[in-house]
């Protein structure tokens, strides 16, 4: 079991440096300096502008099932979660991009890295997809891109994601990437009325197999 230690543990000098290097860690977890670039796919930092694009993911409950947010059904909606997602950034705990298409310039779904861990140099990951894009092999593309990039340069040691044992396919997508399943965690969450059972899945840097084709 990895044990990760908190800087307030830590006391006098020793604790100083420990607390400096968490505050020079933090910006590098939740800043993307680069658009990430795929055959068909631009990786980037989320905008207001996105909203609009993002409104035809997020108002489709088919999309939103498995998720742990109502449908969007209207653009207050969408401009309350944005508003999070900038909270989420000014302290420095997550991390949200957008999958844009190329060819059209639209944007077809998110990636978030999230509940960041800087002592243990660690994130959870989450996704959504454009039920108009699904099966198209989009969001494996992208992940694809992001995975080592988050290792490499923002450095992480350990990314974790959560995945409803109803979703098959969100768990057939991570298991090829190369993430190992680590366990069944029953009646997890709560949410919309029902409690959910729940997989979770881990990989390491340097650790997950080469993703298969």
Same mark, same amino acid.
């Given at each position: 079991?990895?044990?990760?230690?908190?800087?307030?543990?830590?006391?006098?000098?020793?604790?100083?440096?420990?607390?400096?290097?968490?505050?020079?860690?933090?910006?590098?977890?939740?800043?993307?300096?680069?658009?990430?670039?795929?055959?068909?796919?631009?990786?980037?930092?989320?905008?207001?502008?996105?909203?609009?694009?993002?409104?035809?993911?997020?108002?489709?409950?088919?999309?939103?099932?498995?998720?742990?947010?109502?449908?969007?059904?209207?653009?207050?909606?969408?401009?309350?979660?944005?508003? #999070?997602?900038?909270? /989420?950034?000014?302290?420095?705990?997550?991390?949200?991009?957008?999958?844009?298409?190329?060819?059209?310039?639209?944007?077809?779904?998110?990636?978030?890295?999230?509940?960041?861990?800087?002592?243990?140099?660690?994130?959870?990951?989450?996704?959504?997809?454009?039920?108009?894009?699904?099966?198209?092999?989009?969001?494996?593309?992208?992940?694809?891109?992001?995975?080592?990039?988050?290792?490499?340069?923002?450095?992480?040691?350990?990314?974790?994601?959560?995945?409803?044992?109803?979703?098959?396919?969100?768990?057939?997508?991570? #298991?090829?990437?190369?993430?190992?399943?680590?366990?069944?965690?029953?009646?997890?969450?709560?949410?919309?009325?029902?409690?959910? /059972?729940?997989?979770?899945?881990?990989?390491?840097?340097?650790?997950?197999?080469?993703?298969?084709?």
């Amino acid at each position: 079991m990895q044990i990760c230690y908190h800087p307030d543990l830590f006391h006098g000098i020793g604790g100083i440096l420990w607390r400096n290097f968490t505050a020079m860690l933090l910006p590098m977890l939740t800043t993307l300096d680069t658009t990430l670039t795929t055959a068909r796919l631009r990786l980037r930092t989320i905008t207001e502008h996105d909203l609009v694009d993002l409104y035809q993911v997020f108002s489709d409950d088919e999309v939103t099932y498995f998720l742990p947010y109502i449908t969007w059904t209207d653009m207050l909606a969408a401009k309350s979660w944005y508003a #999070r997602v900038l909270d /989420d950034a000014a302290a420095r705990s997550a991390l949200q991009l957008v999958l844009e298409e190329q060819a059209s310039g639209k944007v077809i779904g998110t990636i978030i890295l999230f509940r960041f861990d800087a002592e243990c140099a660690r994130a959870e990951l989450g996704y959504a997809l454009n039920r108009e894009y699904w099966h198209g092999g989009y969001m494996r593309e992208a992940l694809q891109a992001l995975l080592p990039h988050a290792f490499n340069e923002l450095g992480l040691h350990r990314i974790e994601a959560e995945v409803d044992t109803r979703n098959a396919p969100s768990a057939k997508l991570l #298991r090829s990437l190369g993430f190992n399943e680590e366990g069944l965690m029953r009646q997890r969450w709560k949410m919309k009325g029902e409690y959910k /059972d729940t997989w979770f899945f881990g990989m390491l840097a340097g650790g997950g197999e080469q993703a298969k084709s």
